[in-house]
């Protein structure tokens, strides 16, 4: 599965952005999707992911509350709603797909495919 992500941009600090990722193919709803990010000179980190129905998902602690992950198989697209932005959110958003059931993996190793990246910027 190819992935392309959209939605970036800059926010203010308690601000919202909703970050898209259009995925090609037929099979889509056969993957677990997830989104990482990348701040400058960090490793890249797990943000949340979802189960391939939508109906179960995981979040890292530090977004838990603010941020919501969500799929529309009709639409073959994966967003990430994100609410009560703050300076430390700042950060290049991957979207990521993993084929099978397994949605609860933070590793990044553990996902095949990739989105580009688009940038997240959020001041104080």
């Known amino acids: 599965v190819q992935l392309q992500a959209s939605g970036g941009g800059l926010a203010q600090a308690g601000g919202s952005l909703r970050l898209s990722c259009a995925a090609s193919?037929?099979?889509?709803?056969?993957?677990?999707m997830a989104w990482f990010r990348q701040a400058p000179g960090k490793e890249r980190e797990f943000v949340a992911s979802i189960n391939q129905s939508g109906v179960r998902t995981n979040y890292a602690d530090s977004v838990k509350g603010r941020f919501t992950i969500s799929r529309d198989n009709a639409k073959n697209t994966v967003h990430l709603q994100m609410n009560s932005l703050k300076p430390e959110d700042t950060a290049a958003y991957y979207c990521a797909a993993r084929y099978g059931s397994n949605f609860y993996s933070r590793s990044s190793a553990d996902y095949s495919s990739w989105g580009q990246g688009t940038q997240v910027t959020v001041s104080s």
């Open positions: 193919g037929r099979t889509f709803i056969s993957y677990a």
